[in-house]
């Protein structure tokens, strides 16, 4: 019998399947592994300041070393750098942002992540930043299709390359039975997937589409992740992120027409020299009503988890909702009021 089933092999299934492979327990990981999930498109960013108010993220200083220490421990065991600390120059758009900005700095201590502006006279050929702007440090970035791969591989006699169907699940109280494999305990990680899972459709799922461009500057060289209205983060060689869109009507994996006129003119109104667009991609997040993750155990089945709704932050959440989740699971450690799956 194996200890762990999981159900879903983006950001959240992996930093579980990572947690549970240090304790030692055995798992099954089951995903399609066609990296065109919201994990595989997603620009993969922590960032530490976020929204109009130039606010910290919640639980930051404590999120940070977590995800820290656990990319860079998957990547020592992979033997490749996933994770990569950067700054964030966020562009003013217009002077109502500058406004907005002044009265925040002048009313209040700023986040200790906001630092000045570096010197400009580099950028100036590059990037439209007539309003000015404001340095984030430390910022990462997380290579999250390279780790899927690497994670995959190296765990290749571990995963699962199928589409889950849910009814050939058979559930009892000391066993989970798959496929004619046995497992002591299941974990739900299944994303959007999960609307239709009979044991957690009860959650208040709120879908969103997000939509990305993969673009090449053959003449920029940039190592910053720059914001101004879309989000540019470099991806290597002269090639650069674009995003994000988030729209909540039609909820396919296909491109839009109307979301690559809004990245378009996004990188017309950030850049001053042209580019060409390689990709165009799209997939739906898992974000739920409340904006909240949710975490924890099944209000009625004891061997049986999820992880989900991780949103826009999921690369910096998933470490630490990971880690609490399995502490849960082994030691009994209370999972957060706020993301507890019977607040549904």
Request: proline share 5%; aromatic share 12%; hydrophobic share 40%.
């Amino acid at each position: 019998m194996v200890d762990f089933l999981i159900v879903g092999g983006g950001i959240a299934g992996i930093n579980v399947a990572w947690q549970l492979h240090q304790r030692g327990s055995g798992f099954h990981l089951i995903d399609t592994c066609k990296y065109n999930s919201a994990t595989s498109i997603a620009a993969g960013l922590i960032n530490p300041v976020t929204g109009r108010k130039f606010s910290t993220q919640w639980n930051i200083d404590e999120l940070i070393p977590l995800a820290e220490k656990t990319y860079t421990e998957i990547g020592h065991f992979l033997h490749t750098d996933f994770l990569f600390k950067k700054s964030i120059f966020k562009i003013h758009k217009n002077e109502s942002v500058v406004e907005d900005w002044l009265k925040i700095k002048s009313a209040q201590p700023v986040s200790a992540y906001i630092n000045p502006f570096p010197d400009s006279t580099s950028y100036a050929k590059y990037l439209d930043f007539r309003f000015g702007a404001i340095g984030v440090y430390p910022a990462f970035h997380l290579n999250m299709v390279l780790m899927q791969q690497q994670f995959y591989a190296a765990f290749s006699n571990c995963i699962l390359q199928e589409q889950l169907v849910y009814d050939t699940l058979k559930i009892e109280p000391h066993a989970i039975y798959y496929k004619g494999n046995s497992y002591r305990n299941i974990i739900f990680c299944d994303g959007v997937a999960a609307q239709k899972n009979p044991w957690f459709n009860f959650i208040s799922f709120k879908p969103a589409k997000g939509e990305c461009l993969i673009i090449e500057v053959p003449n920029m060289q940039l190592h910053e992740i720059i914001m101004k209205g879309v989000i540019l983060v470099p991806i290597g060689q002269n090639t650069y992120w674009v995003g994000a869109t988030n729209t909540w009507n039609d909820l396919t994996n296909e491109p839009t027409q109307a979301a690559f006129e809004e990245l378009d003119n996004g990188l017309k109104a950030l850049l001053k020299i042209p580019y060409h667009v390689v990709a165009h991609k799209a997939a739906v997040r898992p974000t739920i009503k409340d904006r909240t993750p949710v975490v924890g155990r099944h209000p009625e089945i004891e061997n049986m988890f999820t992880l989900n709704g991780l949103g826009t932050k999921g690369t910096s959440l998933a470490p630490y909702y990971a880690k609490q989740l399995v502490e849960h699971i082994f030691n009994g450690t209370p999972i957060n009021q706020e993301v507890r799956v019977n607040r549904f």
